[in-house]
């Protein structure tokens, strides 16, 4: 099993920038792309970024240019670097790690862009 905690959301006003942080723990090794989820209300969740063990990245359109995914093998450990934050990223904001067919999903945490 492996654990995901998340850190860094909260209220942040349009424009700023906020960092969240995920540290993974448990069976790690068998660990291949991690990333980060998120759902607003109303909506479906929907991936914003993912990171693949040698540092190959993906971004959802609606972030690419504001978003940065990186991730620190050496601590477990991956992060979410958001920038130039709109009313719209406003969501709970989900940790996913991947292993050979199972995902696992941190508790999520709220990141509310308003001002």
């Known amino acids: 099993q492996v654990q995901l905690v998340e850190s860094g959301g909260g209220l942040v006003q349009p424009g700023g920038s906020l960092r969240l942080s995920c540290a993974a723990s448990?069976?790690?090794?068998?660990?291949?792309?991690m990333g980060w989820y998120r759902q607003a209300p109303g909506k479906q969740r929907e991936l914003v970024a993912r990171?693949?063990?040698?540092?190959?990245?993906n971004y959802a359109d609606s972030v690419k240019g504001r978003f940065t995914i990186s991730r620190d093998n050496a601590k477990n450990t991956v992060d979410l670097q958001m920038n130039s934050l709109k009313s719209e990223d406003t969501a709970v904001y989900y940790c996913?790690?991947?292993?050979?067919?199972?995902?696992?999903w941190g508790q999520g945490t709220q990141v509310t862009v308003s001002s």
């Open positions: 996913n790690a991947r292993r050979p067919g199972w995902d696992d």
């Open positions: 448990g069976i790690i090794f068998s660990i291949s792309t």
């Open positions: 990171i693949t063990r040698s540092g190959g990245t």
